[in-house]
């Protein structure tokens, strides 16, 4: 059975910093891309960022970019999204999901809670 | 930017069939895979269609995914339906950088 679950998430100040854990199990990990998709309560789900199986391809949605670093341990089968320079609008519930390049369609995992604010 | 426009809400009776559209802002929608996801209130979304019309294991046949070239659009066809697909539903595809694109979500409402 596929499991993705996510950690890390929690309240941080604006402008502060934040890493996401996702570990994955029941699946060839470094086969497969990853992807972070966040909820801010309320709304609609936005796509955040992917990486490629071994690490050597990554995107970001223009919101995170330059801000946010995704990353995979593929010995310990976690996938991570670091964040610096934290706003309130990044406030969200944080996926990460499995699947091609093109969609985070396969699994997902229940989320992690995180909040910015002062 | 690529943009998916869904409509906010639809509703329909047990029973009965309803479609849920999603409409390209440019482009080909027949292009690049369509995804469809369901989400559940408090639930994390989970898939019914990907690439445009294929089923994951375990979504039942009311479910079933379609491109209409010549609207640009996507469209989610749930036959039958039940008090237990209320739910939102979202349709997911990739723009020409390849940069994966949600649209806004549809809230059902069977009543």
């Known amino acids: 059975e596929v499991q993705l679950v996510e950690s890390g998430g929690g309240l941080v100040q604006p402008g502060g910093s934040l890493r996401l854990s996702c570990a994955a199990s029941g699946f060839t990990f470094n086969n497969y891309w990853m992807h972070w998709v966040r909820q801010t309560p309320g709304k609609g789900l936005v796509w955040v960022s992917r990486?490629?199986?071994?690490?050597?391809?990554?995107s970001y949605a223009d919101s995170g970019k330059g801000r946010f670093t995704i990353s995979r341990d593929n010995a310990k089968n976690t996938v991570y999204l670091q964040m610096n320079s934290l706003r309130a609008e990044d406030t969200a519930v944080y996926y990460c999901?499995?699947?091609?390049?093109?969609?985070?369609?396969?699994?997902w995992g229940q989320g992690t809670l995180v909040t910015v604010s002062s | 930017n690529f943009m998916l426009t869904q409509p906010h809400s639809v509703s329909e009776s047990p029973g009965k069939t309803v479609n849920i559209f999603c409409t390209g802002s440019?482009?080909?929608?027949?292009?690049?895979?369509v995804q469809w996801y369901q989400q559940r209130p408090g639930s994390a979304p989970t898939t019914v269609i990907y690439d445009d019309n294929q089923r994951p294991s375990g979504v039942p046949d009311r479910f079933s995914g379609s491109i209409d070239s010549s609207s640009n659009s996507a469209s989610l066809t749930i036959s039958g339906l039940k008090t237990e697909d209320e739910a939102d539903y979202y349709c997911q595809s990739y723009d020409s950088s390849n940069l994966v694109v949600f649209g806004g979500g549809t809230k059902l409402t069977v009543l």
């Open positions: 440019s482009g080909s929608i027949a292009t690049n895979y």
């Open positions: 990486i490629n199986g071994d690490g050597s391809d990554t």
């Open positions: 999901a499995r699947g091609p390049y093109w969609s985070p369609s396969d699994d």
